[in-house]
Nanobody, 123 residues
Framework: QVELVESGGGLVQAGGSLRLSCAVS???????VGWFRQAPGKEREFVSALGRYGYTTYYADSVKGRFTISRDNDKNTVYLQMNSLKPEDTAIYYC?????????????????WGQGTQVTVSS
């Protein structure tokens, strides 16, 4: 069993920054972590992922160059640094984990999900 807990969301003005954290506990060896977001009335969409061995990163085109995913293995925590935020980044952000490789942009790939953290970007 794996548990994920997100934190770090909040209200920020356009152009600002936030850092989301995803604390992972349980059977966590060699797992990949993805970040997704869901805005009201929209489907959950892929944002970013970090591969099983912590070296390969993946980003949606909409956040490439603005967001950075990273991991602190000592803390079993994955971060999503979000810079140059835009109002369209407003959503609930979720982290998820999987022991499998590849296809990280698909929600069905993931076995465990956190409860989400709200990010609101004002214009």
């Amino acid at each position: 069993q794996v548990e994920l807990v997100e934190s770090g969301g909040g209200l920020v003005q356009a152009g600002g920054s936030l850092r989301l954290s995803c604390a992972v506990s349980g059977r966590t060896s060699r797992y990949a972590v993805g970040w997704f977001r869901q805005a009201p009335g929209k489907e959950r969409e892929f944002v970013s992922a970090l591969g099983r061995y912590g070296y390969t990163t993946y980003y949606a085109d909409s956040v490439k160059g603005r967001f950075t995913i990273s991991r602190d293995n000592d803390k079993n925590t994955v971060y999503l640094q979000m810079n140059s935020l835009k109002p369209e980044d407003t959503a609930i952000y979720y982290c998820a984990s999987t022991k499998d490789s590849g296809a990280y942009s698909y929600t069905g790939r993931y076995d465990y999900w956190g409860q989400g953290t709200q990010v609101t970007v004002s214009s």
